[in-house]
């Protein structure tokens, strides 16, 4: 995808400088994973404490891209909320709302709608890998404008970072062609061109049973995942379960270049104990998994346990969570609703100010 020039290559003045934001959303269709809490979760609350401000979203619009029940989406939106509140995003430092309640969100992905190209989605790998095999015009227009809709989550709020994972960097890259042709379009300065946030041992953490493939709550094996809502049992009984291979574990990390499984395990450890590979590594060199699972899996009920303890609180109390969702909605919204104006003005159209 060929990136436009943006207004400030083209003409030699100066750009903007946008305040710190960071905005993330995750798509509540479906439980949430070990996975999401290393990929994301967990870095959500590290970007909190680090002083900047922080939107967190529950993307219910893009989970109707491909068809939900209503029943169930509302609950994996209130489920995922309490996920985040209780890996320690805290509502009141933090914006955590859901997408469908702040409707500038659909208003200015229209006008990106109008602004990407559809040579531009076609390209998107995701796109390619849902209608893989397919009929591809059986699927919906929205699962092909997708990253159209994401670009407004992002820009709607001026947000200068958006943590993601390896799977997300090219939708991210189209989110900052957007702004780029926006800007360009118009001869404005006004969107700024977001940078991705990807660290972390296990930014993308593997599934249980196949270390080439993403840990992920569609997967038809409940084994492949570590789920939030799992008690300790379960999550001990998975990693016991993980599929790995008869060596011991290196001396370097070079030693799991060719070991995917080992590698996805080693990562975990790492990630959930706030360590680099290499102290793991060292700490376990030549031990066998029968080692190194048990270890893994104390670690991870340590960690986890506490999380699904307050998940569970939190669900029992549903119109708490409606609060919490409802109150950052009306927080986002006034962020982003003057950011909207100014695009409607920036693109020509008429604005009454109606109350």
């Known amino acids: ?12 003045q100066t ?10 959303g995750i798509q509540p269709s479906g439980g949430l994973t070990l996975g999401n809490y290393l990929g994301a979760l967990k870095r959500f609350v590290e970007k909190q404490d680090e002083g900047i401000e922080t939107i967190y979203c529950m993307v219910d619009m893009h989970a109707i891209t491909t068809w939900q029940e209503p029943a169930k989406l509302r ?20 914006i955590l709302f859901n997408q469908s309640q702040v409707g500038a969100h659909a208003e200015l992905g229209w006008i990106f709608n109008c602004v990407a190209r559809m040579g531009w989605m076609g390209r998107m790998t995701q796109w390619k890998d849902k209608t893989a095999g397919k009929n591809a015009e059986a699927a919906s227009l929205g ?16 947000a200068t970072m958006v943590p993601v994972g390896e799977d997300q960097k090219q939708h991210l890259e189209l989110t900052r062609d957007i702004a780029i042709k926006f800007n360009n379009d118009y001869g404005v300065d006004f969107f700024p061109v977001v940078e991705p946030l990807i660290e972390g041992a296990a930014t993308r953490v593997m ?14 094996s409940d084994q492949s995942r570590i789920n939030l809502t799992d008690d300790a049992d379960t999550i001990a009984a998975k990693i016991r379960k ?17 070991r995917p499984e080992a590698r996805n395990l080693v990562n975990i450890y790492a990630a959930l104990a706030g360590h680099t590979v ?7 060199a030549g ?16 960690k986890l346990s506490p999380i699904t303890s307050e998940m569970n609180r939190l669900m029992a109390d549903p119109a708490e969570i409606d609060r919490i969702l409802g109150d950052g909605a009306d927080r986002a919204d006034a962020i982003a609703r003057p950011i909207l104006e100014q695009v409607y003005d920036i693109t020509g159209m008429i604005r009454s100010r109606r109350k």
Request: net charge neutral.
């Open 143 to 158: 699962l092909f404008a997708y990253p159209s809709l994401m670009a407004a989550d992002i820009l709607l709020y001026h």
């Open 242 to 258: 993980a599929k790995t291979d008869p060596a011991p574990l290196p001396d370097t990390a070079e030693g799991l270049k060719d």
């Open 287 to 302: 031990a066998q998994f029968g080692t190194f699972k048990p270890a893994l899996a104390d670690l991870a009920v340590a």
């Open 1 to 12: 995808m060929s990136s436009p020039v943006s207004p400030d290559q083209k003409g030699g």
């Open 75 to 94: 609950q994996q939106t209130r489920e995922g909320a309490a996920a985040f509140i209780a890996a320690g995003i805290d509502p009141k430092r933090s």
């Open 15 to 24: 750009p903007k400088t946008f305040m710190p934001r960071i905005f993330s």
């Open 207 to 220: 599934s249980l049973r196949d270390g080439t493939k993403k840990m992920s709550k569609s997967d038809p």
């Open 278 to 284: 290499d102290q793991v590594i060292r700490d376990f």
